[in-house]
């Protein structure tokens, strides 16, 4: 099984700040302590709740 990962990707680990990879969102996550630099496991989904199938969808359904 895969982690289940949301959509943030860390594109700053100085400063923790991640964006969306869906919808662009971007926010400044804390570093778990003692945790060995991870950070907290929310600081992966987006707020507006994307999903990772949104990134690169697998199969495009076209609903009309
Ligand atoms: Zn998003």
Known sequence: MSSMRGTMKLVNPY???MECKVCGEYHNACIRPMSGGKYYRGSWQCR???KQED???K???VTL
């Open 55 to 57: 990134v690169i969808p």
């Open 48 to 50: 507006f709740g994307c």
């Open 59 to 61: 199969h495009k359904e």
């Open 15 to 17: 400063t923790g700040r």
